[in-house]
C-alpha cells in the first residue's frame, strides 16, 4: 500500500501517468490488480491552488490484497464522502469530495 498526496488536478495526472509508467516497466505482473483509490476536494483546480493550507487531495494504492479488504477500503472511501457532502472547509470553501477508483 502507498499514500500519496496533491494539491492540483496536474500534480495528479503526472503521479497518475507515473505510477502507470512504473508498473509495466517493471517485474510487476499485468495480471495483478493494482487498484488507486484517490479522494479530492471538488474545488480542485487544474494548476493552482485555491486551498491552502492542506492537500486537497490523496490516494492510495493498493495490491495483494484480498477482496475483502480492498472492498473495504472501497466502502471506507464512500462513507468519507457521505461525511463530507455539503461541508464547509477553508475560509467557506466547498469541502465535499469526490472519488475515483482507478485499476492499473
Known amino acids: 500500500m502507498l ?3 496533491y494539491e492540483n488536478n496536474y500534480q ?3 503521479l497518475l501517468n507515473w505510477m502507470k509508467e512504473k508498473t509495466r ?8 490488480n ?5 479522494l479530492f476536494l471538488s474545488t480542485i483546480q487544474e494548476n493552482e491552488v485555491i486551498v491552502n493550507p492542506g492537500v486537497v487531495g ?7 490484497l484480498s477482496k475483502k479488504s480492498i ?13 463530507y457532502h455539503n ?5 467557506n470553501h466547498n469541502g465535499s469530495i469526490e472519488k475515483e477508483k482507478i485499476i492499473l
Request: proline share 0%.
Open 25 to 32: 516497466s517493471s517485474h510487476i505482473s499485468f495480471n495483478n
Open 12 to 14: 495528479r495526472k503526472y
Open 87 to 91: 461541508s464547509i472547509v477553508f475560509e
Open 34 to 38: 493494482i487498484i488507486l483509490i484517490e
Open 71 to 83: 472492498d473495504e477500503f472501497d466502502m471506507f472511501s464512500d462513507e468519507l464522502i457521505k461525511i
Open 3 to 5: 499514500w500519496y498526496g
Open 58 to 64: 490523496c490516494g492510495i494504492v493498493i495490491d495483494n
